[in-house]
């Protein structure tokens, strides 16, 4: 069996102050999921709390969504082939499950990119900038519901090895992140599979790479706009403090920044 190397508490085990958090993250950011980051973040004393009350701003003031659909709008990422709906249909996926896969990568797609800008910002240095250009189209919402998140040791050994044979793309050695929406997904293995094949020579020719460097740059250059907008909440310990600064900075720079083009991509060949 194999957990999950990132310490977190999970939706169906949260209660008290979290499940009421894990409630409000849910209901801010308009998606079905809470995600690892916010679960990890509830691991440490306070840590919760503390980064999504001096983020939820940028939230509800849709300042994270303008920012988020305007660097979506600036990215160029790779084009997959499109999956037909008789591909679909050979791995046994009807018309249901097609839609409850696409709210899936909505889901992500939204809350991705949305915490991808407010927790960029939450680690940067407030700088001045100049007015906003219009903003473009707000981002997706999410119009069905997802299933519950299987726990990684409770998928069955084949499809977990899928999970992180997916997740090694994109990802630096020896990351132990498993981001969450390949187990979400894990209830179509069918669909890992074709996932894999579509994106396994996008990772093998560098265009992968590009994209997730060109959604890193983009996003730490433009976080420090945000950061002005901040809540100004007192902070844990400082031991605390730090634990999450580093988290967020790792679970931002990296985690987030890589599932941002691959959930985008993925999205699109559904189309």
């Known amino acids: 069996m194999t957990a999950d190397p990132v310490p977190a508490i999970s939706e169906t085990d949260a209660t008290g102050a979290t499940a009421d958090l894990y409630a409000d993250i849910r209901s801010t950011l ?19 709390e503390w980064a999504w009350s001096a983020t939820r701003p940028l939230y509800t003031s849709g300042a994270a969504e303008a920012e988020a659909a305007r660097l979506l709008a600036d990215l160029d990422f790779p084009e997959l082939s499109k999956i037909s709906s008789t591909a679909l249909a050979d791995i046994n996926i009807d018309g249901g499950s097609k839609e409850t896969i696409l709210a899936v990568l909505d889901s992500y797609n939204r809350s991705n990119a949305l915490n991808l800008m ?52 994109g990802s630096r050695e020896a990351d132990p992140i498993v981001a969450s929406m390949y187990r979400h ?39 420090g706009g945000l950061a002005a907008s901040l809540a100004k909440v007192t902070s844990p310990d400082a031991e605390t403090a730090e634990a999450v600064r580093a988290s967020v900075n790792r679970f931002a720079d990296h985690a987030i920044s890589r599932m941002v083009p691959i959930a985008c991509m993925l999205r699109r060949a559904m189309e």
Do not use: C
Not at 204 to 210: P, S
């Open 30 to 48: 308009g998606v079905g999921v809470v995600n690892l980051i916010w679960r990890h973040l509830a691991t440490m004393p306070g840590g919760l």
């Open 118 to 169: 407010a927790l960029s910002a939450f680690v940067a240095e407030p700088v001045a900038v100049e007015p906003s250009p219009p903003t473009p189209a707000a981002l997706g919402q999410v119009a069905r519901a997802i299933p519950g998140l299987p726990p990684l040791d409770g998928l069955a050994p084949d499809v977990r090895d899928l999970v992180l044979k997916l997740n090694g793309l």
């Open 185 to 223: 997904l894990s209830y179509w293995p069918g669909y890992l599979t074709l996932a894999w094949n579509l994106l396994a020579p996008v990772q093998e020719d560098g265009r992968l790479a590009m994209a997730i460097e060109t959604t890193q740059s983009l996003s730490r250059s433009r976080a």
